[in-house]
Structure formats: C-alpha cells, structure tokens
C-alpha cells in the first residue's frame, strides 16, 4: 500500500524563523509529488514536483523533489503569522497494470505549522 | 475563475439517517474527485469520475456510499443509512482533464458530517 510520511507533525515557530517540512513516500510508480496549503478550509495548491533536483519557488515558499531519496522538503523563509497552517504532501503513482487508478492522491498527515508574533 | 463549492459546509445527522453531500468542480473540470479525513487521520481517496462516468471508485468504503455526477457537472455523494463512523470532512476536487496526464486537483471548503 502507498505510504506518506510527513514531518513534523507539529512545529511553533516564531516570526522571521525559517522552516523546513519533510515528506517523505513509498508509492508504487511514483509519477509526481504535490504540496497544499489548509488554513481553515479548502486545501490550497502551492507545488507539484515531477522531476528530482528542480527547486520550485513561490515568494517566501520553495520545494524540491529527491528521487533517490524519495522525499521532499518544502522551505518558508522569514515566516509570517499568515503562514499558520497545516501544510499537506500528497502523491500520484503512475498508471497501475489496469490504467484505472491515475488521479488518487494519497496523502500524508499533515504538519501543523503555528507561527508566533 | 470560482473554486469548487460544496453544500452543506456542515450536516449533523442521526445514525441511520441519510444524507447528500453536493460538489460543485471548476467550470470546465472534466476530472472531479471525493476524499474523506476522518478525525486524526490522513486525507483519502474516495473515488474519481471523468465527466460523467466513474474512473476509480476503489476508495469508496461499502455499498453505503453512492456517488453520482449526471450531466458531468456537479456531483453527489449520498450515504445511506449513516453510521458514526462515517463522521469526517468530506472533500470534493477537480481538475482539468488530458487524458491520463496528471493535472494538479483544487479542493473545495469540505462537508463536516456529523453523526451522532
């Protein structure tokens, strides 16, 4: 079964500090990793990464994808009490032998992210 | 552009009733997807249709659960008789379609159910 572990779970950090969130997976035919943003409601998209080593970047937010080491790391430089929230890590494999389950994401827990002023 | 809308934002219902969840995707969304986070766990798949027609419903948790999307446009997603653990946020998500390149999903607001 396709697994996604974030960390961590939680983290307090205060404005200005730098954070870094891990994920890291084990999907069968791995096609692409994605990163949302959910602060009260909906899930918000910030990246999907496709290809190792290529950083993605988004004002004060970057991502990059390791292959090798299946995982990913999402960076906020200069935090802001804004970016308080649970930041989500979710997967899509590759088509499987049926080609049916191509659009599933699965994934991680979450980190609750709390930034103090 | 308007994001994927659901109704109700949140429903209490008693076990054994039924409840329909409604999913509104972004116009022009041929991909619309469910998800459920029960409490203190991770988002998960419920099933996917393209347009109309249901792509992958291996998500789905028993036979108590239908979901549908005449006209493939908006969808619902109706449990019937509820039990308590069906209580979660329930996600509605869409994206463009090309074939089976993957197209990042926007998610709407969810659909507390609550059963009690």
């Known amino acids: 079964e396709d697994k996604v572990v974030q960390s961590p779970l939680s983290l307090v950090v205060h404005e200005g500090d730098t954070v870094t969130l891990n994920c890291s997976y084990e999907?069968?035919?791995?096609?692409?990793l994605l990163w949302y943003k959910q602060e009260k409601k909906a899930p918000t998209f910030l990246f999907m990464l496709t290809s190792s080593g290529i950083e993605k970047k988004s004002g004060r937010l970057s991502s990059i994808l390791d292959k090798k080491e299946l995982s990913s790391i999402l960076n906020i430089t200069a935090t802001q009490t804004g970016d308080s929230a649970i930041y989500l890590c979710?997967?899509?494999?590759?088509?499987?032998?049926?080609?049916?389950?191509?659009?599933?994401?699965?994934f991680g827990q979450g980190t609750i992210l709390t930034v103090h002023p | 552009e308007a994001g994927v809308t659901q109704f109700p934002s949140h429903s209490v219902i008693e076990k054994g009733q039924t409840v329909t969840l409604r999913c509104d995707p972004i116009s022009g969304h041929d991909n619309l997807y469910w998800y459920r986070r029960v409490m203190g766990k991770e988002i998960k798949f419920l099933l996917h249709f393209v347009k109309e027609s249901k792509q992958d419903e291996s998500g789905m948790p028993n036979n108590r659960f239908l979901a549908e999307r005449t006209g493939g446009t908006y969808s619902t997603l109706k449990v019937q008789p509820a039990e308590l653990e069906d209580s979660g946020v329930y996600f509605c998500a869409s994206s463009r379609y090309a074939g089976l390149f993957q197209y990042e999903q926007y998610f709407g607001p969810g659909t507390r159910l609550t059963v009690t």
């Open positions: 999907v069968t035919n791995f096609r692409s």
């Open positions: 979710a997967v899509f494999r590759g088509l499987d032998a049926g080609g049916t389950s191509y659009g599933k994401l699965t």
